[in-house]
């Protein structure tokens, strides 16, 4: 069974930095795309960065120079590098896969299967 699972996320003061990952199991990650969303209070889910099976990124404008995404398909992980954080970036931080070779847009309707979500408080 398909399955991803978030860690990382936590209390950390405006400016800091944190690390999200997000390990799958029960598929391997040589056939998929890998995005993070975020959801925060009262606002919609969307979409915040997104890596291709080879590698290629993508990012939204509000974390463009920020975040970093990237993986390691041996370890079937991808991780978040979150710098100079805002307390805009407080949310629910999902990690998601959508099963192509291709980099597909930052939409969730293109993601089949969704971690149970971590949260990021950014906060002084």
């Known amino acids: 069974q398909l399955q991803l699972e978030e860690s990382g996320g936590g209390l950390v003061q405006p400016g800091g930095s944190l690390r999200l990952s997000c390990a799958a199991s029960?598929?391997?990650?040589?056939?998929?795309?890998i995005g993070w969303f975020r959801q925060a209070p009262g606002k919609e889910r969307e979409g915040v960065s997104i890596?291709?099976?080879?590698?290629?990124?993508n990012y939204a404008d509000s974390v463009k120079g920020r975040f970093t995404i990237s993986r390691d398909n041996a370890k079937n992980t991808v991780s978040l590098q979150m710098d100079s954080l805002k307390p805009e970036d407080t949310a629910v931080y999902y990690c998601?896969?959508?099963?192509?070779?291709?980099?597909?847009?930052?939409?969730?309707?293109?993601?089949?299967?969704w971690g149970q979500g971590t949260q990021v408080t950014v906060s002084s």
């Open positions: 998601a896969a959508a099963p192509t070779f291709e980099l597909p847009p930052l939409l969730e309707t293109f993601f089949r299967s």
């Open positions: 029960g598929f391997t990650l040589d056939y998929y795309a």
């Open positions: 890596s291709s099976s080879d590698g290629e990124t």
